[in-house]
Nanobody, 127 residues
Framework: QVQLVESGGGLVQAGGSLRLSCTASGRTLPSFYNMGWFRQAPGKEREIVGAISWRMGNTDYANSVKGRFTISRDSVKNTMYLEMNSLKPEDTAVYYC???????????????????WGQGTQVTVSS
């Protein structure tokens, strides 16, 4: 059984930073072709934060986080990271990591394109 687990969420003041981590059991992260970070705020739909092609290292980000958030991966540690800087109150949400085991030409950005999901970690940014 494949499980993705996020960690690193918490409460931070606006302008601060957090680093989220995503690990897996039952399957190694490098075996996924693509990995993504999504977020969902109360009353809103789940939206892409960014995604990475694990083998190629290509990344793509939502416009709202470009220049502030960075996705990286460590195959040895079987971990994906989301470095979040210059956080804003509107970044408050539950953050999820997701895995897509299928080859795609472009990094997928839609939730429906991902098969495996973590339970999420809460990020709260106070003003």
């Amino acid at each position: 059984q494949v499980q993705l687990v996020e960690s690193g969420g918490g409460l931070v003041q606006a302008g601060g930073s957090l680093r989220l981590s995503c690990t897996a059991s039952g399957r190694t992260l490098p075996s996924f072709y693509n990995m993504g970070w999504f977020r969902q705020a109360p009353g809103k739909e789940r939206e892409i934060v960014g995604a990475i092609s694990w083998r190629m290292g290509n990344t793509d980000y939502a416009n709202s986080v470009k220049g502030r958030f960075t996705i990286s991966r460590d195959s040895v540690k079987n971990t994906m990271y989301l470095e979040m800087n210059s956080l804003k109150p509107e970044d408050t949400a539950v953050y999820y990591c997701a895995g897509d085991p299928s080859y795609t030409k472009l990094v997928p950005l839609l939730p429906a394109e991902y098969v495996y999901w973590g339970q999420g970690t809460q990020v709260t940014v106070s003003s």
